[in-house]
């Protein structure tokens, strides 16, 4: 099941085009657009892909890696053969590593081997970013698209990590409220919300933007609170019907992931001992 921070990575990136790719790579000097790319026919999908360029000349791959993987290295091989098979231009793979613990010493940024020396090799090349490298005050300073990141980002090395996150959360929001349209930037904030959550626990991420003054006074912090509830409720829905059903079908899991009825997602959890099966659950209004 995807976990929050991937759908939340993936819509910054597509919402925010030029700002990934000038903070991961370089800022773009020719068109952009996101390539609908499903590479799930033969893996799972890519999770970013910009093609530059009209016509297409390049490709950027952006994958976003919060857990050490031992098969993440022959992934982005695999994911950066298909698109070039597909497309017929030259694609850049970057690996991004949100957390210290998403580094596994495969991850070294090359996939090399031969079979048969002298006889052909393989020689892949691809960039890997540790996001927690970068200073989170440079990550503050970009595009407000990329803003949210400082939250993964380095914080000074003589503070706490709660006190450092409350300085970036504090200049992060006001930041955003400020400069940003209401609903643009609730997004934003509530991206920050669910990032900052793979640093420190979801009740103290929620003290964190609680105490922002600028929070106190939009109903921003309240639309955060919706949206933790909505995915602790999706959460136990899963977890409970699971132990009932056994795990839903592809249907019913889109169905259920698409949800963001609260007053029904509660209204759910509380029929799951009264059905007999996920449809019936689904069913019901």
């Avoid at 231009?89 to 991004?96: G, M, Q």
């Avoid at 400082?150 to 000074?156: D, E, R, V």
Wanted: no cysteine; proline share 6%; charged share 25%.
């Amino acid at each position: 099941m995807p976990l929050p921070f991937d759908a939340t990575l993936k819509d910054l990136a597509r919402d925010h085009p030029r700002a990934y790719l000038t903070t991961f790579d370089a800022a773009p000097t020719q068109p952009v657009k996101l390539l609908n790319v499903d590479l799930s026919t033969v893996t799972t999908a890519a999770d970013v892909v910009f093609g530059l360029g009209d016509p297409l000349r390049e490709i950027v791959h952006l994958d976003f890696q919060a857990s050490a993987a031992a098969g993440k290295h022959a992934d982005v091989l695999v994911y950066n053969a298909l698109l070039y098979r597909q497309y017929q231009v030259p694609v850049h793979s970057i690996v991004v590593l949100l957390r210290p613990k998403a580094a596994h010493p495969n991850l070294m940024g090359t996939v090399e081997y031969a079979a048969r020396p002298g006889r052909g090799k393989m020689d892949f090349g691809y960039e890997v970013v540790r996001l927690w490298e970068i200073p989170a005050d440079d990550l503050l300073a970009g595009d407000a698209g990329t803003a949210p990141l400082a939250t993964l980002g380095k914080l000074p090395p003589d503070v706490s990590l709660e006190q450092g996150l409350k300085s970036v959360v504090e200049r992060l929001v006001t930041r955003l409220l400020a400069e940003e349209p209401t609903d643009r930037a609730r997004r934003l904030v509530t991206a920050a919300f669910v990032l900052t959550g793979m640093r420190v626990t979801r009740n103290v991420a929620l003290k964190l933007f609680q105490g922002v003054r600028a929070m106190q006074e939009s109903d921003t912090y309240l639309y955060i609170q919706d949206e933790g509830r909505i995915a602790e409720a999706k959460k136990i829905i899963l977890m409970l019907g699971k132990e009932r059903f056994g795990p839903p079908n592809e249907s019913i899991h889109a169905s259920l992931t698409a949800e963001s009825d609260l007053d029904r997602l509660e209204h759910l959890s509380k029929l799951l001992l009264k059905v007999a099966n996920w449809d019936e659950l689904m069913a019901t209004h």
